[in-house]
């Protein structure tokens, strides 16, 4: 099992800036890519960003040259820097860690951490 607690979200007015972070921990060995979704109220879950275990990136497009994702290995940590906020970003942000063994893909899931943006 994998353990991802999130941590970083809030309340920020419109074009400011925050920071989220996902600390993994237990059976961390073999994760192929780490990311984050998002969830507004009423929508689906849908990906923000994820990064490979090889540091390969991949932003949805809504987030493209606003959102950066990156990772700490030695402290087995993914961020979220997130700049330039909308209102639309406001969401519940989950961290997933993505594994695939013997043909069988794994999804791990956060807790969760609210990001507000609103003035």
């Known amino acids: 099992q994998v353990q991802l607690v999130e941590s970083g979200g809030g309340l920020v007015q419109p074009g400011g800036s925050l920071r989220l972070s996902c600390a993994a921990s237990g059976s961390i060995v073999s994760i192929d890519a780490m990311g984050w979704y998002r969830q507004a109220p009423g929508k689906q879950r849908e990906l923000v960003a994820a990064?490979?275990?090889?540091?390969?990136?991949n932003y949805a497009d809504s987030v493209k040259g606003r959102f950066t994702i990156s990772r700490d290995n030695a402290k087995n940590t993914v961020y979220l820097q997130m700049n330039s906020l909308k209102p639309e970003d406001t969401a519940v942000y989950y961290c997933n860690a993505h594994r695939v063994i013997i043909g069988i893909s794994h999804d791990y899931w956060g807790q969760g951490t609210q990001v507000t943006v609103s003035s």
């Open positions: 990064i490979t275990s090889g540091g390969s990136t």
